[in-house]
Nanobody, 121 residues
Framework: QVQLVESGGGLVQPGGSLRLSCAAS????????AGWFRQAPGKQRELVAG???????YYNDSVNGRFTISRDNAKNTVYLQMNSLKPEDTAVYYC???????????????WGQGTQVTVSS
């Protein structure tokens, strides 16, 4: 089975930085497109940033210039570097990826369990 495990969340002061990691494990062949989403209390889940299998990136306007998504294909890991954090960035952050694995003949979409990011003084 394939699992996505996020790490790196926590409490940070406004203006601070955090780096989230999303590691895929299991019978992985490759991670194709991947992205980070977030959900704040009482709000819908929204796309934060995405990265394609050839490395093209795209961002929500609210984080453009502050967040950077990247990937390490050798480690089957996707990262989200978050700088200049604001209180409105507070949310549970989820990793999402389309994964090719030996378990099934087709690519599947997977979600991680989420990691809490709290920006507060």
């Amino acid at each position: 089975q394939v699992q996505l495990v996020e790490s790196g969340g926590g409490l940070v002061q406004p203006g601070g930085s955090l780096r989230l990691s999303c590691a895929a494990s299991g019978s992985i062949i490759s991670i194709n497109d991947a992205g980070w989403f977030r959900q704040a209390p009482g709000k819908q889940r929204e796309l934060v940033a995405g990265i394609t299998n050839n490395g093209s990136t795209y961002y929500n306007d609210s984080v453009n210039g502050r967040f950077t998504i990247s990937r390490d294909n050798a480690k089957n890991t996707v990262y989200l570097q978050m700088n200049s954090l604001k209180p409105e960035d507070t949310a549970v952050y989820y990793c999402n990826a389309v994964v090719s694995s030996t378990a099934t003949p087709y690519d599947h979409d997977y979600w991680g369990q989420g990691t809490q990011v709290t920006v507060s003084s």
